[in-house]
Every structure is written in structure tokens, then in C-alpha cells.
């Protein structure tokens, strides 16, 4: 048995998120575990570029409102004790709402070398704004 200390809080880069997203890692790959979760926080509008995960990811919603959106245009709004599954190479994107914030567990296993995270392009403000729009009709 081991206790983990808190870690500090980091913004997340630049280079692959839009707005202001912090992060709190809670679990590293160690002795033979390939799990990694963080907590996530975004503020109102912040979201992650598109990408992909190599043994996917679970998303747990802690706080807030977000999405949750994939490229054949699925949307799901996420909302405190919500669970979404992204699988393995499925590309997909998720971030807080307009107007709230949206804090999340996400939840992965690492690959080989790293985290197994593709990152992609970033989404265009009319994919953020049509996603919105979609969760809420």
C-alpha cells in the first residue's frame, strides 16, 4: 500500500487544447500498471483538439457540463456521474460547455512508449459551436 500525495496543478499545452484546461495527474504507469488517470478542469469553453487513444478512454464527469463529441458527429452531454467510453483509435474531442465549467477523470491505459494519445488537428470553432448546439436539441 502506498499513499500518492497531491500533485500540483498544471495547465494543460497549449498545443493541444483550446482556452484554459488544468490538469492534476492522480496515476502514472508503475510496476507493470499501464493506468493513467488525471483530473481534468476546463473552463467555459475550453476543450481538447481532436485525437485518438491506442486502448481507448474512459471519461468520468466529476463537476459542471461538457461534451463529448466523434467524428460521425455523436454527440453526448456529460454531466456529474456521467461515463463515457471512448474506444480504441476512435478520434473524438471533449471540453466544457459555453457557458460553465467541466471537470472530468479521465481514465487511460498507456501504450509502449507514452500515453498512446494521437493528438490531431484542433476543432473549428463551428464543430465547437454546432456540437453545443446539438446537445442541447
Known sequence: ????????????????????????????????????ASIVRFTPGAHTNWHSHAHGQTLYCTDGSGLV??????VIRLTPGDTVWTPPGEEHWHGAGIDCMMSHIAM????????GTTWLEPV?????????????G
Do not use: C, W
Not at 483550446?18 to 492534476?24: K, L, S
Not at 473549428?124 to 442541447?136: E, F, G, L, P, V
Open 108 to 115: 487511460l491505459e498507456g501504450a509502449d512508449t507514452g500515453d
Open 1 to 36: 500500500m502506498e499513499l500518492t500525495t497531491r500533485t500540483p496543478t498544471a495547465k494543460a499545452p497549449e498545443q493541444n487544447f483550446t482556452g484554459d484546461v488544468y490538469v492534476n495527474p492522480l496515476k502514472k504507469p508503475v510496476d507493470g500498471s499501464r493506468l493513467i
Open 69 to 74: 463529441v466523434n467524428r460521425d458527429g455523436a
Open 124 to 136: 473549428t470553432d463551428d464543430q465547437y459551436t454546432q456540437a453545443n448546439k446539438a446537445s442541447h
